[in-house]
C-alpha cells in the first residue's frame, strides 16, 4: 500500500541522503510565503512506475487554510506543537491543512501541494523521511534534510489530526533492534472508541470490548481512550447497562460488561482505578465483576458479602472528618478488590499499580491521623484522668477493645510507610498517650485477643526504633513534671505502680509478667519477640533486611561485644540521626541492661533459678512450654549480649545446671532437645569460663542418658546429639593437624600440646562416658571423639611424655595456657569464630526468626 | 480435638478454631520428632510434589491416587504459600499424618520458613482468618520439625529441592540439627533449594539459595549411594512431571493450574513393588464447597476495619 518494507525504504533512504547532499549550500533563502511552520528544505519523490521519482528541492511548510471567509486566518493555529490543548475539534472544521513545498530555486514554483484528508496515513520512516498515499492514489515522500525538519511537520500533522482532519494518521516506521522487521508506533490518529449509546445489544459490547483491547496495544490509543474513560461518563454507563442486564438476565451481555471493566483494570491507570471504588461506582463495579467468563456458569456474591456478612466498617468514636472517612473506604475497597474480587485476574504490573496507590493512601490516612483530634478522643478512652467523662459512654468496655483493634490496625497500616513516616506516627501515638492504652490492655483487660494486639503494636514500634517509646515517655513525663511537680501521680498511674522497676524497665516488666502468668500460647509466642526485640542489642532482629531503619541505633548498642559479632553490618548515613535522644550514650545502654540483668531477668528466669534452689521441677505453675521459651532466651542472651554481663548472672543464678536437669526424661523431648541446643551454641561461644563451668558442673550428663535412650533410632534426638558431637571432633581436628588444610601438625617452642576448650571438653566426655561411647562402637560420631581422644594422647605422649594425665587440672596455670593457644593458633580461631556465628545465626534464626 | 470433625471441616474448607490448631500442632511435633531426616519408606508408595495451599487439587489428588486409607504417600513440601488455602491444605496433611502416620511422610519444603511464608502468601492468610498470626507461629514451629527427606526402599531418594555439595552420603544429612528456620546456606539449605540443570558441575543457582547441579553430581549421588533415583519437586513443570538424566531425576509437580493461571496439569509418581514407575496425571476441577456446590476460590476478606 505505502511505499515499500522497511528495507526497500532504508535503501530509498541512502539514496535519497545522497540527493539532498548536492543541494546542501542552497537553504539560505527562505521563500517569504505566508507559512504555519517554519519553512525546511526538503527533496520530494513521487512513484511512477514503481520507482521513486526526484522531482527537486524546496523548502516545506504545513500550511492552514480557513474556509470560512470571516474569520482571520489562524496562522499561530498549528505552528507550534505543544499549543494545541486538545480543544473542541467542532470549533476548527472549517480549516483545510495542506503540505507545500516550494522550489528552493525559484520559490514562486510550487513543487507539491498535498491535502491532508481523508483517511491518509502518513508514515514517518526512520529520522528524515516522511511517506503517504494522497486520496488520489499517488505516493509521495518527502526527504528532509534535518531530522528536526522532520519533527516539526510531523507536529504539524499532529496537530492538524486534533483538529482540522481527524481521520488521518501517523505511524513512525523504525527498524526493530534486531534488524530483520520494523516497529510500527501510532504518533496520531483516529481512535475508536467504545460506543456510548444508552442501550447497547452484545454486538455493540462486543465491538467495543476489541476496541478497548486493541487500544491497549499503543501507548497513543491507550492515553487517548484514558483520557476518553475520564472525561466521558463511560464507567456509569456501564453500571447502568449492568443493572439492566442483570434485571433481564442477559448473561452475555453481562459476562461482556465484566470482560469490559477487566480490560480497563488492565490500562493500569491510577485515576480509572480511583474512579471505580469511589461512592458512587464501587458496588457496581464489583457487581459487574461477579461474573466471570472464566466461570460461565457462576456467580460470585462480592455485593451481598460486602452488604450483609462482610467486613464492617467500624467507627469506635464517630470519625469526623469526611475526607478521612473517604481514604479509609477507598483503601478498604482498593484491598477487596486486589485480595477477594480480582485476586486471580491481577498479573505483577497491575498489583503492584494497586498496592502503590494502597501505600500513597495510606500514607495520607497517616499523616492525617496525626493532625486531626480522631486519635486523641480515642486515646482519651484509657486516660484515667478521664474516668468521669468516660463512664458516660456507652459500651465503654467494648469501645476500649475496639480502640485496641483500631489502634493496631492503625500501626499495621504504617509498617509499610517510610521510616522517618513511621518515626512521626509512632511519636504521635506514644504522645498522645499511647503507655495509658498498653497499661489498660495489660493490667486491666485480661482478654488474650486484645493483650495479642496490644503486644504486636510493641513490637511493630520497637522494631521499628527500640528506644522510642521510651524517649518520647521520657521526654513526656519530665515536661510534664517540669511543669506540675504533682503529676508524679501520673508515673504511678500509668504503670509504674509497683515502683521496683525503673522507668526503663517498665515495658519489660509488663512484658515478662504476662510471660509467666498468662497461659495464651498464642500470646506467650508474641511476648516473646517483644522481649527479645527489646534485648536485642543490635536493636533490630531483621537488621540486614531493614539495616537502614535501625542502623543508628546498632551503632550505639553495639558495645562491649565479642569478636563475633558481624563487622560488616551495613551502616548507611545516619540520615535521622535526631530520632533517638541525642544525649543518649553507651553508658546509658550500658545502664539500660545492667538494669535488665538487676530487676527483670531474676524475675524473667525464675522459673529456672528456683528450680536450681530446690522447687520441683514439674510445678504446675511453669508449664513446658513456657520453659522451651525460656531456656531459648538463655541461649540468647548468652550468645547476644555483652558476655560478661550476662555470663555472670547465667553462672551466678545457676541456670545452666537447671537448663541440664530440663534434658532429663521427665521432660518432653521438645524441651530437652531445646536445653541441649543451649548447650551446644553455648559451646560453640568457645568461652573459657563457660567451658570449664560447664565440664565441672557435669551439665553434659544428661545428654548421654538422652542419646542411650534413642541410639537404636533415627530421630532428630539422635541428629541433634550427632551435631553436637560433631563440632567438638571438628574443632579437635585442626588441634590435631589431621586437617589437610591447616599448616599443622602444629610446631611449637614449648612441649605443650594445645588444649583447646574442645579439645579439653572431647577427653572430658571420652573420660565421663568412656563406657558408653565404646559401647556404640559402630556409631560413627561416637567413634570419632574417641578417635580424636585417641590422638590427641598419642600426639601427647610423643610431644611430652611427662604429661600423662588424662584429664587436665583446671586451675589458673591452665587459664593462661589456652588463653595462649587461642591466640597463636590464628586459623583455629578463626575456623571456630566463623563456624560459631553460622551455628549460632541458624539456630537464632529458629528463634526470632518470626520477628522478620 | 476430634480429628474426624476437624477433617471434615477442612475438607469444606472451613474456619478451624486456634485451640485446635494448636493442640494439633503439638501432637504433631511429638510424632515428627521421632521421625529421621531421611525417613525410610517402603512400597508401594505414591510421591507427591507442590501443593502450593490449592485445596481442592490437593483433594482431587487423594481422590485420583487411591486415597489415604489405601495409599501409602509421601509429600516433597511446599504445602503452603501461593494458593488461597495454604492454611488447610497444611493441616488436612497433618490431621492424616495424626490419623495414619505410616501412611504420610512430610518433608520440608522451601517454602515451609517463616521467613518465605511472610512474603508468599501464608502468613497474611492466617493474618485475614484469624486477625492475629498466632495460628502461622504454631504451623511454623512444626514446619522445623518436619524431615529434611526420605528414602524409599532404600532405592529412591526423595528431597523437595536437591543435591547439596555438603551431601556425599545419605549419613551427612543424619548428622544435621533439622529443627531450625532454614538457614541462608548449607546442606540443610540446599536441600531444600537447589534445582536440576544442563551444568557440567555445582553453579549458582538464579534462585539466590542452593546450587545447580547436573548429570555428573547425579550420578555420583547414585552411584555413592547405591541408589536409583532423585525424585524431587520444587519447579513447576507443565505436564506435570519430568524425567532427567536418563531417568536419574524425576521432578514431580501436583498443583494444577498453579497459581489458578499457569494451565499446568498435574502429576504423582507411583513407585511399586518392583520399583517401577508410575504417573497419574491429573487437572484442576471445578472446587466445591463440602456439600457439593460449586466454589469459585478466592481469598477470604479481611476483617472488620476500624477507623
Avoid at chain 2, 485475614?128 to 504454631?138: P, Q
Wanted: with cysteine; aromatic share 8%; net charge negative.
Amino acid at each position: 500500500m505505502f511505499p515499500g518494507t522497511a528495507a526497500e525504504t532504508r535503501e530509498e533512504r541512502a539514496g535519497m541522503r545522497q540527493g539532498g547532499g548536492e543541494n546542501s549550500e542552497a537553504d539560505a533563502k527562505g521563500a517569504s510565503i505566508c507559512c504555519d511552520t517554519e519553512p525546511k528544505r526538503v527533496k520530494v519523490y513521487v512513484l511512477e512506475n514503481n520507482e521513486w521519482k526526484d522531482t527537486g528541492t524546496g523548502f516545506c511548510t504545513g500550511e492552514i487554510e480557513e474556509l470560512r471567509k470571516d474569520e482571520p486566518s489562524g496562522e499561530s493555529e498549528a505552528g507550534e506543537g505543544e499549543s494545541g490543548s486538545g480543544g473542541e475539534p467542532s470549533a476548527e472544521t472549517g480549516k483545510c491543512a495542506f503540505l507545500v513545498v516550494n522550489n528552493e530555486e525559484c520559490p514562486a514554483e510550487t513543487l507539491l501541494r498535498s491535502k491532508l484528508e481523508g483517511n491518509i496515513e502518513y508514515q514517518r520512516q526512520e529520522e528524515t523521511l516522511i511517506v503517504w498515499k494522497d486520496v488520489d492514489g499517488h505516493d509521495i515522500a518527502l526527504s528532509f534534510e534535518e531530522s528536526v525538519g522532520c519533527d516539526t511537520l510531523c507536529g504539524f500533522i499532529v496537530q492538524v489530526q486534533r483538529h482540522v482532519a481527524n481521520n488521518i494518521s501517523l505511524v513512525a516506521v523504525r527498524a526493530s533492534n534486531n534488524g530483520t522487521g520494523s516497529v510500527h508506533e501510532i504518533i496520531a490518529g483516529p481512535v475508536s472508541l467504545p460506543s456510548v449509546e444508552k442501550e447497547q445489544d452484545t454486538a455493540t459490547l462486543m465491538e467495543s470490548l476489541k476496541a478497548l483491547n486493541e487500544n491497549t496495544a499503543y501507548e497513543y490509543l491507550k492515553n487517548e481512550t484514558i483520557e476518553f474513560l475520564l472525561q466521558s461518563s463511560y464507567i456509569d454507563l456501564l453500571i447502568n447497562l449492568f443493572n439492566k442486564a442483570e434485571e433481564n438476565k442477559q448473561l452475555k451481555v453481562l459476562l461482556l460488561l465484566s470482560s469490559i471493566v477487566k480490560t480497563l483494570i488492565l490500562y493500569s491507570n491510577r485515576d480509572i482505578l480511583e474512579l471505580m471504588v469511589d461512592d458512587s461506582h464501587v458496588m457496581g463495579i464489583i457487581g459487574i465483576l461477579e461474573y466471570d467468563t472464566e466461570f460461565p456458569t457462576m456467580k460470585a456474591n462480592h455485593r451481598h458479602y460486602l452488604m450483609t456478612s462482610g467486613p464492617i466498617f467500624k467507627e469506635v468514636l464517630p470519625l469526623k472528618n469526611a475526607e478521612l472517612k473517604e481514604l479509609v473506604k477507598k483503601c478498604f475497597r482498593l484491598q477487596f478488590l486486589k485480595d477477594v474480587v480480582l485476586v486471580r485476574f491481577l498479573d505483577d504490573h497491575n498489583l503492584n499499580l494497586i498496592m502503590d496507590i494502597l501505600l500513597d493512601l495510606e500514607t495520607c490516612i497517616m499523616s492525617f491521623l496525626q493532625r486531626d483530634s480522631f486519635l486523641d478522643r480515642i486515646m482519651a478512652l484509657y486516660n484515667p484522668e478521664n474516668v468521669k467523662e468516660n463512664a458516660e459512654l456507652d459500651d465503654l468496655a467494648e469501645k476500649k477493645k475496639d480502640g485496641i483493634k483500631l489502634l493496631h490496625q492503625c500501626v499495621q497500616m504504617s509498617k509499610n510507610l517510610d521510616p522517618m513516616e513511621k518515626t512521626n506516627f509512632y511519636k504521635a501515638l506514644v504522645t498522645k498517650g499511647l503507655f495509658n492504652v498498653l497499661y489498660y490492655a495489660f493490667k486491666m483487660e485480661t482478654d488474650s485477643n486484645t493483650r495479642i494486639l496490644a503486644t504486636d503494636m510493641i513490637i511493630a514500634i520497637i522494631e521499628h526504633d527500640l528506644l522510642l517509646i521510651q524517649n518520647v515517655q521520657h521526654e513526656k513525663l519530665s515536661q510534664e513534671d517540669d511543669a506540675v511537680d504533682m503529676k508524679n501521680d501520673k508515673l504511678a498511674s500509668s504503670g509504674n505502680s509497683s515502683g521496683e522497676e525503673t522507668e526503663d524497665m517498665k515495658l519489660l516488666a509488663v512484658l515478662t509478667t504476662i510471660l509467666l502468668t498468662d497461659k495464651s500460647p498464642g500470646l506467650r509466642g508474641q511476648v516473646v519477640q517483644a522481649l527479645t526485640t527489646l534485648l536485642h542489642p543490635d536493636g533490630c532482629l531483621e537488621g540486614a533486611e531493614r539495616g537502614y531503619d535501625n542502623s543508628h541505633m546498632l551503632n550505639k548498642f553495639n558495645f562491649g561485644m565479642g569478636p563475633d559479632d558481624d563487622p560488616g553490618f551495613a551502616t548507611p548515613a545516619d540520615y535521622k540521626s535526631d530520632v533517638t535522644n541525642p544525649d543518649l550514650t553507651d553508658l546509658q545502654l550500658k545502664r539500660y541492661f545492667s538494669n535488665f540483668y538487676e530487676q527483670i531477668a531474676p524475675i524473667l528466669f525464675s522459673p529456672l533459678i528456683d528450680m536450681k534452689n530446690g522447687a520441683t521441677t514439674t510445678t504446675a505453675n511453669t508449664d513446658e512450654q513456657l520453659l522451651i521459651h525460656l531456656v531459648k532466651m538463655v541461649s540468647f542472651i548468652c550468645t547476644e549480649h555483652n558476655r560478661m554481663m550476662s555470663r555472670t548472672f547465667i553462672l551466678e543464678k545457676g541456670i545452666l545446671k537447671s537448663v541440664s536437669k530440663l534434658m532429663e526424661m521427665n521432660h518432653i523431648p521438645q524441651l530437652r532437645l531445646t536445653a541441649l541446643r543451649t548447650f551446644k551454641n553455648i559451646m560453640c561461644l568457645n568461652d573459657n569460663y563457660y567451658h570449664r563451668y560447664m565440664i565441672s558442673s557435669d551439665v553434659y550428663d544428661p545428654i548421654f542418658i538422652l542419646l542411650e535412650e534413642n541410639i537404636k533410632k533415627d530421630n532428630l534426638t539422635v541428629s541433634c546429639i550427632q551435631d553436637f558431637c560433631k563440632i567438638i571432633s571438628n574443632h579437635c581436628i585442626p588441634t590435631l593437624g589431621l586437617d589437610n588444610n591447616s599448616p599443622s601438625p602444629i610446631k611449637r617452642s614449648t612441649n605443650q600440646i594445645k588444649k583447646s576448650n574442645f579439645v579439653i571438653l572431647n577427653k572430658y566426655l571420652v573420660n565421663r562416658f568412656f563406657k558408653v561411647f565404646s559401647g556404640y562402637k559402630d556409631v560413627l560420631f561416637l567413634k570419632d571423639l574417641l578417635d580424636v581422644d585417641e590422638r590427641l594422647s598419642n600426639l601427647e605422649n610423643n610431644k611430652n611424655s611427662s604429661n600423662t594425665n588424662g584429664l587436665p587440672p583446671f586451675n589458673d596455670e591452665e587459664d593462661t595456657v589456652n588463653m595462649e593457644d587461642i591466640s597463636m593458633d590464628s586459623t583455629d580461631h578463626e575456623a571456630n569464630a566463623g563456624q560459631n556465628k553460622r551455628r549460632r545465626s541458624a539456630e537464632y534464626d529458629s528463634f526470632t526468626a518470626e520477628m522478620t | 480435638m476430634n480429628l474426624d470433625h476437624t477433617l471434615e471441616l477442612l475438607r469444606q474448607g472451613k474456619h478451624i478454631p486456634e485451640e485446635t490448631v494448636y493442640s494439633l500442632c503439638l501432637e504433631l511435633q511429638e510424632l515428627l520428632i521421632n521421625e529421621a531426616n531421611v525417613s525410610y519408606v517402603d512400597t508401594p508408595v505414591t510421591i507427591c510434589g507442590d501443593i502450593h495451599g490449592q485445596l481442592h487439587d490437593l483433594l482431587t489428588l487423594f481422590e485420583k491416587s487411591g486415597g489415604v486409607e489405601k495409599t501409602r504417600y509421601i509429600f516433597l513440601g511446599d504445602f503452603v504459600d501461593r494458593g488461597f488455602y495454604s492454611l488447610e491444605s497444611f493441616l488436612l496433611l497433618l490431621c492424616y499424618k495424626l490419623r495414619y502416620p505410616d501412611r504420610i511422610t512430610l518433608i520440608r519444603g522451601n517454602h515451609e520458613t517463616r521467613q518465605i511464608t511472610k512474603v508468599y502468601g501464608f502468613y497474611d492468610e492466617v493474618l485475614r482468618k484469624y486477625g492475629n498470626c498466632n495460628v502461622w507461629r504454631y504451623c511454623c514451629e512444626v514446619f522445623d520439625y518436619l524431615s529434611l527427606g526420605a528414602i524409599i526402599n532404600n532405592k529412591i531418594f526423595c528431597v523437595h529441592g536437591g543435591l547439596s555439595p555438603d551431601v556425599d552420603t545419605l549419613d551427612a544429612i543424619r548428622g544435621i540439627d533439622r529443627k531450625q528456620e532454614v538457614p541462608h546456606e548449607g546442606p540443610m539449605c540446599d536441600l531444600l533449594w537447589s534445582d536440576p540443570d544442563d551444568v557440567e558441575t555445582w553453579s549458582l543457582s538464579p534462585r539466590g539459595a542452593g546450587f545447580l547441579f547436573g548429570k555428573n553430581e547425579v550420578d555420583k549421588f547414585l552411584h555413592g549411594n547405591d541408589i536409583e533415583l532423585i525424585a524431587r519437586a520444587h519447579q513447576l513443570v507443565m505436564e506435570g512431571y519430568k524425567e532427567m538424566f536418563d531417568g536419574g531425576l524425576v521432578t514431580v509437580w501436583s498443583a494444577p493450574n498453579y497459581c489458578y493461571r499457569c494451565g499446568n496439569i498435574a502429576a504423582v509418581l507411583e513407585i511399586d513393588d518392583q520399583l517401577q514407575r508410575n504417573y497419574t496425571i491429573f487437572e484442576a476441577v471445578q472446587p466445591q464447597d463440602g456439600v457439593g456446590n460449586a466454589i469459585i476460590p478466592t481469598k477470604k476478606p479481611q476483617m472488620d476495619y476500624f477507623l
